[in-house]
Every structure is written in structure tokens, then in C-alpha cells.
């Protein structure tokens, strides 16, 4: 699944270009909410086939992750990681490109965040550790996808391989790094743990850190770029045509690293904001998996780092509000990965229904009539 493709102007009016940008912004808005709608659909036929009461468990979701104050802070403190790392993906996605190793980047700038953290937070003042800790989360990241990025400009290595190896490396590096040289003194496999006076400052009157400013800042950051800035053009046409990218004096190997780099640091440094926000310690084996969780946001929000806001507080609600719904349905957590894959299911349904209406062909296929000749 690619960019959407640029539209170019023409000389119309712009009375006549009016219905034309309204009918085009309710079709976007249909593609991006319509595999929701139908994705929560279609699990309310899975929980009334297991006996469970859909609406009540919707209900739940929207109280627990939205009505209650503290459901409501905890949805937007979770917004912080899921929007950096949708603005890494979309960076290396609108080349064309897949990094499917965010969950080892994460991880891995994790452990060097919450191994370091309690020494440089004890040696320095809080805003200069902050910035340090964030500068070194950024650096790993982008560290963790120069193999892949390497491999891709130079070999054309299928990078959906390499990231996804890199990706299972970086967690069992992450993991041996807790248990090992960054193990604290507590008898739990985890590290030492940064005071909560030197966690990060939260927006007064609130429990919600200042990690949620630097997220909203940081996609607006990516949208100026790939919006604003020769990098992002380069990005598009690399993304659009590799060959015509090449012909039209883009290096492409350069951009693919810079590309991977971004996309990286940008993970990285959400390790750094979860950690220094919320946990200040990380225990072995901790993984929350929010890459593959992001991936199907990125798409719906067509690839634009300010449209994945929206998205971002309704994975937060339904995270925050779906672990007390699935308590009071007595479901598995994991039944939230459900409404995701189905999400997923109906986003490729709807982008291949789109698809082809675009090209003038039915839906349905045409059934040939008795004795019509072969065309």
C-alpha cells in the first residue's frame, strides 16, 4: 500500500474545483472511517456470538478510556508513543518503504533510556538528563535501522526481511541488556528506577506528562517537512517511482538511509518519552507492541502526520477503555487485537473497492453472456 497519488491542479474555477475537493474529502474520510465502523461491526456479531452483550461492552470502552477524568488523562498520556512512532512510519512509508522492526528500536532505546537513566538523571540537572536520555533513545533508533537502510540503498535487500530480523534481535538484545549490565539491585529481572521527582513534568492540574506536547509537536514537525520541504518531494517521488526518482537526479540510496534514520530516531525517541513519562524503569520481557498496532492508523490516516491525531486518541480510548471492558465481559486483553486485525481486513477491502472504482471497473463481475464472443 502506497502514498495516495498527487492530483494536479488545472486551470478551473474555483467554483467548479469546490464540489469536486468536497466530494474527494468525504471519499478520504469514508476510506479512513468506514473500516472502523465496519471493523466494530462485525465484532459486536463476535461477542454476541460468545454470548456478550456488544453494546454494554462498547459502553465500557468509551467510559473507562473517555468519560472517566482519569481514563480520559490516561488515553491522552498513551497518544504520546503512538504519535511519534505513526510519524516515523509515515516518513519511511511515503518512500515506499517498510520499517516493520519498530518494536526492536523501541525496545532497545527502552533498556539504554531505563539502564542509564537513574546515573545521568542523579549526575545532571532534570532538563539537561531529559535531553540527554532523549538524544541517546534517538540515537539507538536510528542506529537499529542502518543495517536494514544499508542493505536496501546499496543491495536492494526486500527491507521488510531485514527490519523484521533486526526487529526480533533488538528485543532479545533489549532483554539481556535488563537482565544483565542494566539489572538493578530488586531480586525482579528489571532495571533501577528514576525517581518519580525526575520523571517527566506533567501539565499542571493533570497526570499528563509533557512527553504528550512533544509528540504533537513532532508530527507537526513531519508534516511540515513532507509537506513543506524538497526532502519531503524527494521522499513522495522516490516513494512514487524509484526508477523516475533516479532519472530525475534523486539519490535515492542517501535518501533511503536519511529516511530509515528519521523513522528510527522518531521511535526511539517514544521509548524515551514512555519511559521517562510513565515507568522510569523498564522489567525484562516488557514489550507493549505498538508497532504493528500503529501500522493500520498510519494508513487510515492516508499517510498524513496531522490526520494520525484522531486515530491516535481512538487507539488510546480503545486501549485505555478495552483493558476494563474485556475485565467486565471476562475476555482475554487480548481480544482488542481482534478489533485491530479486523480493522486491517476492511482497510485493504475498502482501499481494493476504491481501487477500482478509480479504474472504472465494477465491483461485481460481470457475468459473460451465453454465446458473446471472446474478447
Known amino acids: 500500500m502506497s502514498a495516495p497519488p498527487a492530483v494536479p491542479l488545472t486551470?478551473?474555477?474555483?467554483?467548479?474545483?469546490?464540489?469536486?475537493?468536497?466530494?474527494?474529502?468525504a471519499d478520504a474520510t469514508l476510506r479512513s472511517v468506514g473500516p472502523i465502523a465496519l471493523a466494530l461491526f462485525a465484532c459486536g456479531l463476535i461477542l454476541l456470538a460468545i454470548g456478550r452483550d456488544p453494546l454494554s461492552f462498547y459502553g465500557d470502552i468509551i467510559e473507562a478510556g473517555l468519560l472517566r477524568p482519569?481514563?480520559?488523562?490516561?488515553?491522552?498520556?498513551?497518544?504520546?508513543?503512538?504519535?511519534?512512532i505513526a510519524g516515523g512510519l509515515i516518513i519511511v512509508f511515503r518512500a515506499n518503504l517498510w520499517n516493520l522492526g519498530s518494536d526492536g528500536q523501541f525496545l532497545l532505546a527502552a533498556a539504554m533510556v531505563a539502564g542509564t537513566g537513574p546515573a545521568i538523571m542523579g549526575a545532571l540537572p532534570a532538563p539537561l538528563g531529559w535531553a540527554l536520555l532523549c538524544v541517546?533513545?534517538?540515537?539507538?533508533?536510528?542506529?537499529?535501522?542502518?543495517?536494514?537502510?544499508?542493505?536496501?540503498?546499496?543491495?536492494?535487500?526486500?527491507?521488510?526481511?531485514?527490519?523484521?530480523?533486526?526487529?526480533?534481535?533488538?528485543?532479545?538484545?533489549?532483554?539481556?541488556?535488563?537482565k544483565g549490565p542494566f539489572k538493578g539491585s530488586s531480586t525482579v529481572p528489571q532495571t533501577a528506577i528514576v525517581p518519580t521527582?525526575?520523571?517527566?513534568?506533567?501539565?499542571?492540574?493533570?497526570?499528563?506528562?509533557?512527553?504528550?506536547?512533544?509528540?504533537?509537536?513532532?508530527?507537526?514537525?513531519?508534516?511540515?517537512?513532507?509537506?513543506?520541504?524538497s526532502f519531503g518531494t524527494r521522499l513522495d517521488v522516490l516513494g512514487a517511482n524509484p526508477r523516475a526518482a533516479a532519472h530525475l537526479g534523486v539519490n535515492v540510496p542517501r535518501v533511503i538511509v536519511v529516511a530509515f534514520a528519521a523513522s528510527g530516531a522518531l521511535i526511539g525517541l517514544a521509548a524515551a518519552v514512555d519511559i521517562l513519562g510513565i515507568f522510569g524503569y523498564m522489567r525484562?520481557?516488557?514489550?507493549?507492541?505498538?508497532?504493528?498496532?500503529?501500522?493500520?492508523l498510519v494508513f487510515l490516516a492516508r499517510l498524513n502526520a496531522i490526520a494520525v491525531v484522531p486515530f491516535a486518541a481512538f487507539f488510546g480510548v480503545l486501549s485505555i477503555g478495552g483493558e476494563f471492558?474485556?475485565?467486565?465481559?471476562?475476555?482475554?486483553?487480548?481480544?482488542?487485537?481482534l478489533v485491530i486485525g479486523l480493522v486491517l481486513i476492511f482497510m485493504v477491502a475498502t482501499q481494493y473497492l476504491s481501487d477500482k472504482r478509480a479504474r472504472g471497473e465494477t465491483i461485481l463481475?460481470?457475468?459473460?453472456?451465453?454465446?458473446?464472443?471472446?474478447?
Open 197 to 229: 521527582d525526575l520523571l517527566l513534568p506533567v501539565i499542571p492540574g493533570t497526570r499528563i506528562h509533557i512527553g504528550v506536547i512533544i509528540a504533537l509537536v513532532a508530527v507537526g514537525i513531519v508534516y511540515l517537512v513532507l509537506s513543506r520541504t
Open 70 to 84: 482519569s481514563g480520559l488523562q490516561d488515553t491522552i498520556t498513551r497518544m504520546a508513543p503512538v504519535l511519534l
Open 325 to 337: 471492558a474485556t475485565r467486565q465481559a471476562d475476555l482475554p486483553s487480548d481480544f482488542l487485537l
Open 284 to 296: 525484562a520481557d516488557w514489550n507493549p507492541a505498538y508497532g504493528l498496532k500503529v501500522i493500520p
Open 11 to 25: 486551470e478551473t474555477s474555483t467554483e467548479s474545483l469546490a464540489p469536486s475537493r468536497l466530494a474527494g474529502a
Open 136 to 178: 541517546i533513545a534517538m540515537t539507538i533508533g536510528a542506529s537499529w535501522t542502518l543495517i536494514p537502510a544499508l542493505l536496501k540503498a546499496h543491495y536492494g535487500m526486500n527491507e521488510i526481511i531485514t527490519t523484521l530480523m533486526m526487529t526480533f534481535i533488538g528485543i532479545g538484545a533489549a532483554n539481556l541488556l535488563v
Open 365 to 375: 463481475p460481470r457475468h459473460r453472456q451465453r454465446g458473446a464472443p471472446d474478447v
